[in-house]
Each structure stands twice: as structure tokens, then as C-alpha cells.
């Protein structure tokens, strides 16, 4: 009766350990079970008067998840006016207009909580109302919308950034052309790039009225990151194990010095890879051979950016104040040394100079 009874518990315990495995293996295929994207949207200026804007943006919400209802108990908008003069008597207000069906935008602007079903989508405006005497030195408008998704995942706050443009330098200023020997480079001031911006449409409007022949065009990889989206908000990054302490064995040039940055590394390639990456890489510097580790942990481990982004010749270059330039990609035409060359002293800056397009001009031989 007792081995009998032994058998039955140890029966129980193997079904319910089995149990457990199936729901925590069910859990992590299933992933993010809240997943509720929010897109940048469109946006135009409605009114656009010296004294007065007003920037509309229709945004959409995507339920990306197969079977699941996500709610939006919550959504609001705040706007942070980036200027290159004071803010001093300029105002701002913000409003989120629902434009699901049946909705209604009430006087206090209350969020009537929603419910987004499996696969479908449902739509915002955003509505900025910005006032003042003199608007002419604002820039962009920074745009952030809060959201809370709540669903299988529990109660998750979200927030959407988009940066929309006010102003746009002309492209008739002529840029200050530095001769760096091989070449003159002109760095091409332009309004902040994001991923309302499209590259191509960004080398129309700023490099083709002063370009000349046999220019060619370098555009830095960050802000060529942002026109495609490829960028995430520090607080939507969760540093986890691998990352809070990979991250210390960096230096702090490093954009990996950070748990934040290495766990957008680790998101990319997974923590193993990280974890034997750094290991290997260690004993590897041991015996004077640096640099191990990027070349294990892949070519996102030198791309990673922290906070800190028919054509002529075209180049995407990473470049820094610490004389380090890599080309990602040229048109075949182009020889890599030269591009180095060119754009080693940096010529777009590392700050806010807002020069993410450089055009180089190669001097004639001697």
C-alpha cells in the first residue's frame, strides 16, 4: 500500500513538473503576448502663421499578436519644443483625439479605455497647439505619446517618440568646404532626421542644389538608423544578467560601456554569444590579440550606437572624434582608403551640429 501510495505521489510530481514545463515553454514561444506597436503616423503643420502652429499627426495602433485582445487603458500625448532661441512666452498645448469606431473625444479630454483585437489596428490624432510672438527660431517638436497596454503580459507602459520637423535649413546656404588634402568636404547642414524622413528624399532637397560633378555623398549610419527606424528609447531597454555585467569590462569611449547598449547587443545576438564572445575574447587579449570579441559577438557589436545616427557616389560611414572611420557600404565606384582618408578628422561632428550628410569633393591630382 505504501509503495503503491510513493508511486502515485512521484506520478503526480512528474505530471505536474511536465505541466509546468509545457506553460513556461508555451510562455516564451509565445513571447510578448502584449504586443501593441504604436507607428510614427503622418503629420503636417494645419497651420503654419508666425504666431501660431498647428501640427496634426494621425498615428495607428497594431495589434501584432495572433489571438489576443490588447486594452489601452490610457493614452496621452505631452511635446517637448526643441529651439534654437528662447522658449520664453511660446505655449503649447496637446490633445489625443480617438478615431475608433463609435468614439467620441470628450471636453476633458478623458481616454475612454479600447480594446484592440487580434491582428487589428485602431487610430489616434495628435493634435499640438503651439502659440507664441515670434516661433520662427523652433526647430522640431518632440513629440511623446504615453500609452499603458494591458492584456496576458499584465500592465505594460509604452511610449512612442517621433520627432517632427518645424523649419528646414535652406539648401541655398553654402556650407564651409575644409580641405583635408585628398579632398574638400562640405558638411550639409539639414533639420533633425527620423524616420519620417526618407534618405533619398534628404540628398534632393539639401545636396543636389549645390552639388557639382564627381561629388560624392556620406551619410553617417546613425541618423540613417532613425529614417529607418532601427532605434529604441533607453527606457524601453531591460538590461538583464549578461549585459549588467558584460558592460563593465568596456571602456567608457564604448557605446557597449553601458548595460543598456550591450543589452541592445544581447537582444540582437542573445546572451550566450555575448557571454562567450567576452569570454574568449579575454583570455584572447591575454595573448595581445584585441578585438576578439567584436569579431565574435558580430558586426552589430561595432555598429550599436548609445545615447549620444539614381544618385551621385554615395557612402554610409561611421565616424567619431577618435580618428576611427568605417565605411559600411559605397557605391563600387568608390575607393575605401580615400573615403577614410576624407572623413578622418570627423567632419560632421560628434555633437549637435546637425550635419549628418558630408559631400566630399576630390581634389584634382598633382
Not at 309 to 320: C, E, F, Q, R, Y
Request: with cysteine; net charge positive.
Amino acid at each position: 500500500m505504501i509503495e503503491t501510495l510513493t508511486t502515485g505521489v512521484a506520478a503526480v510530481g512528474a505530471l505536474l513538473a511536465l505541466g509546468g514545463l509545457g506553460l513556461e515553454l508555451n510562455y516564451r514561444r509565445r513571447g510578448n503576448a502584449n504586443k501593441l506597436e504604436l507607428t510614427a503616423g503622418e503629420w503636417h503643420l494645419a497651420i503654419n502663421e508666425p504666431n501660431r502652429y498647428l501640427l496634426i499627426g494621425e498615428m495607428e495602433f497594431r495589434n501584432l499578436t495572433q489571438r489576443f485582445e490588447v486594452m489601452l487603458p490610457q493614452v496621452r500625448a505631452e511635446v517637448k519644443l526643441l529651439s534654437d532661441g528662447s522658449l520664453d512666452g511660446i505655449t503649447s498645448q496637446t490633445k489625443v483625439i480617438p478615431c475608433h469606431k463609435d468614439a467620441t473625444a470628450r471636453p476633458d479630454d478623458y481616454w475612454f479605455g479600447y480594446i484592440v483585437k487580434a491582428q487589428k489596428t485602431t487610430k489616434i490624432k495628435v493634435s499640438i497647439d503651439i502659440q507664441g510672438q515670434d516661433l520662427t527660431k523652433l526647430q522640431s517638436a518632440w513629440v511623446q505619446v504615453h500609452y499603458i497596454t494591458y492584456g496576458p503580459s499584465g500592465r505594460i507602459p509604452k511610449v512612442r517618440n517621433v520627432v517632427v520637423p518645424l523649419q528646414f535649413p535652406s539648401p541655398d546656404t553654402v556650407p564651409t568646404a575644409r580641405n583635408v588634402g585628398v579632398a574638400e568636404v562640405l558638411p550639409i547642414r539639414t533639420h533633425i532626421l527620423t524616420e519620417l524622413d526618407d534618405p533619398i528624399a534628404i540628398v534632393k532637397r539639401y545636396v543636389l542644389p549645390r552639388a557639382q560633378k564627381g561629388d560624392i555623398v556620406a551619410l553617417a549610419e546613425t541618423p540613417l538608423a532613425l529614417m529607418q527606424g532601427r532605434y529604441r528609447h533607453p527606457s524601453e531597454v531591460k538590461p538583464g544578467w549578461a549585459a549588467k555585467r558584460v558592460c563593465l569590462f568596456f571602456l567608457p569611449t564604448s557605446s557597449l560601456a553601458t548595460a543598456c547598449g550591450m543589452q541592445t547587443l544581447v537582444d540582437v545576438v542573445g546572451p550566450w554569444r555575448v557571454v562567450a564572445a567576452f569570454a574568449i575574447g579575454a583570455v584572447a587579449k591575454v595573448f595581445g590579440k584585441p578585438g576578439v570579441f567584436y569579431q565574435l559577438a558580430g558586426e552589430q557589436a561595432r555598429l550599436i550606437d548609445d545615447v549620444t545616427g539614381t544618385l551621385p557616389s554615395a557612402a554610409i560611414v561611421d565616424a567619431n572624434d577618435l580618428k576611427a572611420v568605417k565605411i559600411l557600404a559605397a557605391t563600387s565606384d568608390l575607393s575605401v582608403t580615400f573615403l577614410e582618408q576624407a572623413l578622418r578628422s570627423n567632419p560632421a561632428g560628434n555633437a549637435d551640429e546637425r550635419t549628418p550628410v558630408v559631400v566630399i569633393r576630390p581634389l584634382p591630382e598633382k
